[in-house]
Structures are given as C-alpha cells and as structure tokens.
C-alpha cells in the first residue's frame, strides 16, 4: 500500500527525460536516478561520448533504458537535433534537466571576452535555448512538462574564483523565475536545483585543500555533497504527481552552506 503510494506520486513510468550534460558527475547522477524511477533517459553529451556511452550501459544493465545524443549546448540547432533525434526514438519528451557546466578561476581583472563569452554561452544562453527548444516542443503538443536548471550556491551571494560563472548562475535562477511565470499558463513547470559543493570534473581545479578546508568551515554538515544525494530533490520536481504546484523554485542542496552565518 505504501509503495504503490510513493510509485504514484513519484514514479516516473511512461515518462522521457533528456538531460544535457547528461554525460557529467551530475549530470550522469540525474540520468542514473530518473532511469531507476521509470523514466527513459536520453543521456545528452557534446565531448566526451565515452562517458556517455558508459552512463546508457550503466541504466541499461540496471534495467533501464537510455540512448546518447550529441549536441553542443552552446548551439541552438545542435538542441534541436537532439531534441527530434529522441522524439524519433521514443515519440516524446516530458522532463528536461540542464546540466552542462564550464567554469574558471581567473581572477576578475584578467577576464578576457573570448573566456567570458564561453561561460556565458554554456552555462546560461545553452541552458536559455535548451529550455526554448524542448518548450516550444512541449506548449505546441500540451505536454505538462517539467524542467530543471541546474544552478549554484554561487548566483546569489559572492563566491570567491567563480566570477564569470557565478554571474552566469545568476542568469539561470532569473530566468528559470521568468519562464516558470511564462508557461505556467500551459502546464509546464520550471525549477532549479542549486548544489552546494560536489566534487566534479568542471570544479576539480578549483576544491584545492585550502578550500576544501573553508568550504568545509561553513557547510553545517561540514562535507561535500554525493551526487546520488541530488536524486531526491530532482525525482521531486521532476514527478508531476509529487510537485504540481512547485514552479519557479531555486531549491538549496547544499548541506546548509546557505543558510547559515556566524
Ligand atoms: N559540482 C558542483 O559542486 C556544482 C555546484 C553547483 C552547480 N553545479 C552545476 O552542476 C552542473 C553539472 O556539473 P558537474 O559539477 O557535474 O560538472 P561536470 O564537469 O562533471 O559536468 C559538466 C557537464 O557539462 C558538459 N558540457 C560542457 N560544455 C558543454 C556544452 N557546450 N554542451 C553540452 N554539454 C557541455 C560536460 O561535457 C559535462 O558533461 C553544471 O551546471 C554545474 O554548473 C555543480
């Protein structure tokens, strides 16, 4: 009786995810999670087609099922294709997860265009067009969609070697308030998850010892976050059933990083 209740409300049957940046530490995590509650998962990568490969083998021999699709985030037309290339596969899509992410430490002053230019145009003009891609799909055939956009702890307060990346951050929580207030109106909800500290590729260079120690200092929980501990949060918003009054929601996974002070 219990499990056929949390099935109901957060069980993902007969729905399609596509998760760009699928190929990632979190991205991948996403893929693994919403693949063991149901869904089927396109796993979307744009380098890196060993991962991705690696990520469908993984849901597949769990039983599940998932398909790799290319597409650069920083391309419109790329999304696109992408995008036709799973409703080929499978017919639909109902879940969009954005997750692809580049970072760097320059300092602010050493900031040069074609640097800014590459962290804006992935982080938060790929995610933009992303959710502008599977939208447009999802309002013309009345799909009660869910998105999630991946931000971070670092779009609302200063973050220390992450300027560029936290501006566009930043971007992603405006916007993703901005579309959730537009396509409400059609069914379809827009969050984002904002993660704290997770050991990934994109921030390798930068969770040094000396930061690992402050990071540390002034996480309550005093660790850096599991991947898999991002698959709550995201099985939630992505389930119609467990989140249909959820939308325009910046959602905190950080161990408390923001949510405290001295
Ligand atoms: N790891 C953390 O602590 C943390 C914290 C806050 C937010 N995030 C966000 O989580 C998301 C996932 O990042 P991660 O930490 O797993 O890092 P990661 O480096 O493991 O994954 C990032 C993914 O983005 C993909 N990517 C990069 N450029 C792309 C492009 N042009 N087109 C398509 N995909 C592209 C990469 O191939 C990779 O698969 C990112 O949006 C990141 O900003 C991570």
Same mark, same amino acid.
């Given at each position: 009786?219990?499990?056929?209740?949390?099935?109901?409300?957060?069980?993902?049957?007969? =729905?399609?995810?596509?998760?760009?940046?699928?190929?990632?530490?979190?991205?991948?995590?996403?893929?693994?999670?919403?693949?063991?509650?149901?869904?089927?998962?396109?796993?979307?990568?744009?380098?890196?087609?060993?991962?991705?490969?690696?990520?469908?083998?993984?849901?597949?021999?769990?039983?599940?099922?998932?398909?790799?699709?290319?597409?650069?985030?920083?391309?419109?037309?790329?999304?696109?294709?992408?995008?036709?290339?799973?409703?080929?596969?499978?017919?639909?899509?109902?879940?969009?997860?954005?997750?692809?992410?580049?970072?760097?430490?320059?300092?602010?002053?050493?900031?040069?265009?074609?640097?800014?230019?590459?962290?804006?145009?992935?982080?938060?003009?790929?995610?933009? /067009?992303?959710?502008? +891609?599977?939208?447009?799909?999802?309002?013309?055939?009345?799909?009660?969609?869910?998105?999630?956009?991946?931000?971070?702890?670092?779009?609302?307060?200063?973050?220390?070697? +992450?300027?560029?990346?936290?501006?566009?951050?930043?971007?992603?929580?405006?916007?993703?308030? /901005?579309?959730?207030?537009?396509?409400?109106?059609?069914?379809?909800?827009?969050?984002?998850?904002?993660?704290?500290?997770?050991?990934?590729?994109?921030?390798? =260079?930068?969770?040094?010892?000396?930061?690992?120690?402050?990071? /540390?200092?002034?996480?309550?929980?005093?660790?850096?976050?599991?991947?898999?501990?991002?698959?709550?949060?995201?099985?939630?918003?992505?389930?119609?059933?467990?989140?249909?009054?959820?939308?325009?929601?910046?959602?905190?996974?950080?161990?408390?990083?923001?949510?405290?002070?001295?």
């Amino acid at each position: 009786m219990a499990n056929s209740y949390i099935v109901d409300k957060f069980g993902l049957n007969e =729905k399609i995810s596509g998760i760009v940046g699928g190929s990632g530490v979190l991205g991948g995590s996403v893929a693994r999670a919403l693949a063991k509650a149901g869904s089927r998962v396109a796993v979307i990568y744009n380098h890196g087609k060993e991962a991705a490969d690696k990520r469908v083998e993984e849901i597949s021999a769990a039983g599940g099922e998932a398909i790799a699709v290319h597409a650069d985030a920083g391309i419109k037309k790329d999304l696109e294709e992408a995008r036709d290339k799973i409703l080929s596969k499978w017919g639909r899509v109902d879940i969009l997860v954005n997750a692809p992410g580049v970072n760097s430490t320059t300092p602010i002053l050493d900031i040069e265009e074609e640097e800014w230019k590459r962290i804006l145009d992935i982080n938060l003009k790929g995610m933009f /067009f992303a959710c502008q +891609v599977f939208g447009r799909y999802m309002i013309q055939n009345q799909i009660k969609g869910s998105i999630i956009n991946f931000s971070s702890v670092s779009s609302e307060i200063p973050l220390s070697k +992450v300027f560029t990346y936290g501006i566009s951050k930043a971007g992603v929580n405006n916007m993703t308030r /901005f579309l959730a207030r537009e396509w409400a109106e059609h069914g379809i909800r827009v969050n984002a998850v904002m993660p704290g500290f997770f050991p990934a590729e994109q921030n390798r =260079k930068i969770l040094t010892e000396e930061r690992r120690t402050s990071i /540390f200092k002034h996480t309550p929980m005093g660790r850096y976050g599991e991947a898999e501990e991002l698959s709550g949060p995201i099985i939630w918003l992505a389930s119609n059933n467990a989140s249909s009054f959820v939308t325009g929601t910046i959602i905190p996974v950080d161990g408390g990083f923001t949510g405290m002070t001295i």
